[in-house]
T-cell receptor
Framework: EAGVAQSPRYKIIEKRQSVAFWCNPI?????LYWYQQILGQGPKLLIQ????????DSQLPKDRFSAERLKGVDSTLKIQPAKLEDSAVYLC???????????????FGEGSRLTVL | EDQVTQSPEALRLQEGESSSLNCSYT??????LFWYRQDPGKGPEFLFT???AGEEKEKERLKATLTKKESFLHITAPKPEDSATYLC?????????????FGKGTKLSVIP
């Protein structure tokens, strides 16, 4: 079974530039998450989708971050304009369980490492 | 606010030297505690779910236990391939959708 695919794996940009990350979850997984992991920290949830609808985006900095999940499958996370503090690994995860159900076993991709100079 | 605290931040063991990692949490109405392993440059990989005090789960050299305030990940006779960062997480205590709050992790290094 193919895992969660993410691209690009690495991205270096100047501050105030924009960047987009792509995620393809495991086939059939209804719930998709984007996490931000700063070096030395645990992952922090940015946004959660159930199919193509947003379940929770309360921790997403909406002045610069946006995310969408078209047709309930692939998802993109965009940052515009980027700040130095956005340097982190952006992890996509999926789960076969709907929101409100058991969600402990998340399947993570390898992440997209962003460096903002 | 729900909190998850892991200790120690880093642990260095000789191969075969058993030890334990700690995860303490402050949530009301715990709905499970989850352990993940994260290798450098990779996403976290699920290990265990614990739901109630006294519960134990085992996988190879790892055993996870849960009390009302903390969880331990015991590593018996570790090997170098057990080197990784171990993360614990709990679902937020609020009603509605499950969202995981992760600790900062314990970085384990096992020296041959």
């Amino acid at each position: 079974e193919a895992g969660v695919a993410q691209s690009p794996r690495y991205k270096i940009i100047e501050k105030r530039q924009s960047v987009a990350f792509w995620c393809n979850p495991i086939s059939g997984h209804a719930t998709l998450y984007w996490y931000q992991q700063i070096l030395g920290q645990g992952p922090k949830l940015l946004i959660q989708f159930q199919n193509n609808g947003v379940v929770d985006d309360s921790q997403l900095p909406k002045d610069r971050f946006s995310a969408e999940r078209l047709k309930g499958v692939d998802s993109t996370l965009k940052i515009q304009p980027a700040k130095l503090e956005d340097s982190a690994v952006y992890l996509c995860a999926s789960s076969p369980y709907p929101s409100g159900g058991f969600a402990g076993e998340l399947f993570f991709g390898e992440g997209s490492r962003l460096t903002v100079l | 606010e729900d909190q998850v605290t892991q200790s120690p931040e880093a642990l260095r063991l000789q191969e075969g030297e058993s030890s334990s990692l700690n995860c303490s949490y402050t949530v009301s109405g715990l709905r499970g505690l989850f352990w993940y392993r994260q290798d450098p440059g990779k996403g976290p990989e699920f290990l265990f779910t614990l739901y109630s005090a006294g519960e134990e789960k085992e996988k190879e050299r790892l055993k996870a236990t849960l009390t009302k305030k903390e969880s331990f990940l015991h590593i018996t006779a570790p090997k170098p391939e057990d080197s990784a960062t171990y993360l614990c997480a709990v679902p937020d205590s609020g009603a509605g959708s499950y969202q995981l709050t992760f600790g900062k992790g314990t970085k384990l290094s096992v020296i041959p």
